[in-house]
């Protein structure tokens, strides 16, 4: 993730980007959409298209994984007050629990603690029927000024 409230993204997509987390090319590539205006919880979401696929058919775990870490960054970025701050992926466990292979695909992200420099996250991937799809545990670097 880059700096500040552009993450480098061309600005060019309809979608809208929350404050505070700005479009970012991956974002719009992958055709997410953020939201989330309260304090440690971040939400992604993805409609399942052709291209998320892997050669089995179903959700490919790449596109998993940059949905969870994106709404991580942006439940991260809730918790950062100080100006010039930004966020970076440390580590991020996944464990899928079920395919994906069509609909709408939401993750869930909720800041566990914030320290000085180190956000500890835990998140929830479920698809258009509510069942669980995948968990994850990460931690996330506040980098800047």
């Known amino acids: ?67 969870v870490d994106t709404a991580m960054g942006k439940s991260t970025m809730s918790v950062i007050d100080e100006p010039g701050r930004y966020c970076a992926s440390i580590e991020v466990a996944l464990r899928f629990i079920r395919p994906a292979v069509a609909g709408r695909l939401t993750a869930t992200a909720t800041v566990v603690k914030r320290g000085r420099n180190v956000v500890h996250l835990e998140a929830r991937v479920v698809g258009d029927d509510q069942r669980l799809v995948a968990t994850a545990a990460g931690t996330f670097a506040i980098l800047g000024e």
């Open 1 to 67: 993730m880059a700096a500040g409230d552009d993450m480098g993204g061309t600005g060019d997509s309809d979608l809208e980007a929350p404050s505070g987390f700005g479009q970012f090319p991956l974002q719009q590539f992958l055709g997410m959409e953020l939201t989330g205006d309260d304090r440690g919880v971040g939400f992604a979401y993805l409609d399942v298209g052709p291209d998320h696929l892997n050669p089995n058919g179903v959700v490919h775990g790449a596109v998993i994984f940059a949905l």
